[in-house]
């Protein structure tokens, strides 16, 4: 299908699970490749959120996959920026038939690729000016303009949610094409290591797993449950992103509660360990792009609580349980009722994989894109 397609992709950070947008990369470059396309990665260079020990992760090459490092600047707020022009830089110059940008930001430089003759095909992961890191000054504005320039310059846009397709047709009057992510099917696994490192067993925990950043909702989450009357655990799974003053303010809201338990960055084992034995999968987030996570609790088979942003609901339709946004009371009394009545959490989970993997294939997500390169 993709027969030698040469195609250039940029946005991400690097080859790795540090978000939403590098999974999105991951899975599409590889089954492009699989259908013969030459795919070609620009990379951060730098570091991973979660440590240098996971820079490393992944270099290598999958057949018809290129992975080259771009120039950073290493400073907070320029990262983006400069590695999304010298990889704007790169793809314009190069063989390619088609440039696939990623994210608000980095589709800044999309004129780039664009002037050189290239086909350029914008994925818009979120409206991203309006995360909280991004609230000040110079990050917001460059955003909102990569924003603008997508519109601009982009042959095709491709969002992930019926909202955002919306916002782009009210703001801007601006044709989308609605493609959502896809899941995969994993194998579930016995708790172990978890076990091992963090004392928990199957269904002894309520689990979100994410960037730990403030729209997450992670606050709200931390003070619900609180105030809840259970024995299980709030574990708080996941790496802070450019956002370790709001880690530390997690930490010491949780200071007096024994019950709640952060594990950091996980990936691996540890991570399908962490999804196939919580008793609850629960994502309390105020702003979302097309969350990931979810799908991925889903496709494990987790009863899951989530916000009610149109994001979270429309992927869950009827097969989850749903609070208030930013409603910390409703969020604790949905937490206690399900922490009440298993039978209710059980019924749910029975559905959960089934329902969600049907829904969100990426073999799907994969031939709508491609039809956008052609």
């Known amino acids: 299908m993709g027969e030698g397609l040469k195609i250039a992709m940029f946005g ?47 270099k290598t090459e999958y057949k018809g996959i290129t992975q080259k490092y771009v120039p950073t600047i290493e400073k907070k707020g320029l990262a983006a920026v400069s590695s999304s022009f010298f990889a704007a830089l790169c793809s314009a110059f190069g063989k390619y038939d088609v440039v696939h940008i990623h994210a608000e930001g980095p589709a800044f430089f999309c004129w780039l690729p664009k002037l050189f003759g290239k086909r350029v095909v914008v994925t818009i992961h979120g409206i991203d000016w309006q995360r909280e890191k991004w609230q000040s000054g110079f990050g917001s504005k460059f955003i ?47 708790a172990d290591l978890i076990t091992e490192q963090f004392g928990l067993t199957k269904d002894s925990y309520i689990l979100f797993l994410g960037r730990l950043v403030p729209e997450k909702g992670i606050r709200y989450l931390v003070e619900a449950f609180k105030g809840s009357k259970t024995n299980k655990k709030l574990v708080i799974a996941g790496g802070s992103s450019d956002t370790d003053s709001f880690m530390k303010e ?37 702003l979302e792009g097309m969350p990931l996570s979810l799908l991925e609790a ?15 609901a429309e992927v869950v339709e009827d097969k989850a349980l749903i609070f208030k946004k930013s409603d910390v009371s409703d969020l604790r009394e949905k ?40």
Not at 12 to 34: N, Y
Not at 166 to 189: A, C, E, L
Request: charged letters at 30%; a negative charge.
């Open 12 to 58: 991400h950070k690097r080859w790795s699970r540090e978000g939403g947008v590098e999974i999105v990369v991951k899975e599409l470059c590889t089954r492009m490749a699989q259908q013969g396309c030459q795919v070609t990665c620009y990379n951060r260079s730098g570091h991973h959120v979660s440590g240098a020990e996971y820079d490393g992760v992944d």
């Open 144 to 190: 909102r303009q990569g924003e603008k320039n997508a519109v601009k310059y982009a042959d095709e846009i491709i969002v992930l949610s019926k909202g955002v397709q919306n916002y782009f047709n009210d703001t801007y009057g601006r044709r989308t094409h609605f493609i959502s992510n896809g899941v995969n099917r994993p194998k579930t696994r016995k």
């Open 250 to 286: 997690l930490k010491e809201l949780a200071t007096d509660d024994d019950r709640i338990i952060f594990t950091g960055f996980v990936q691996g084992k540890m991570l399908d360990e962490l999804y196939s034995n919580a008793y609850i999968y629960t994502l309390p987030s105020d």
């Open 298 to 312: 889903m496709s494990y088979d987790n009863c899951c609580l989530v916000s009610d942003i149109p994001e979270c």
């Open 335 to 374: 937490l206690q009722d399900a922490c009440n009545h298993p039978e209710k959490v059980m019924q749910l989970k029975k559905q959960a994989a089934d329902f969600i993997c049907e829904k969100y294939n990426w073999d799907d997500v994969v031939e709508e894109t491609m039809k956008l390169y052609k």
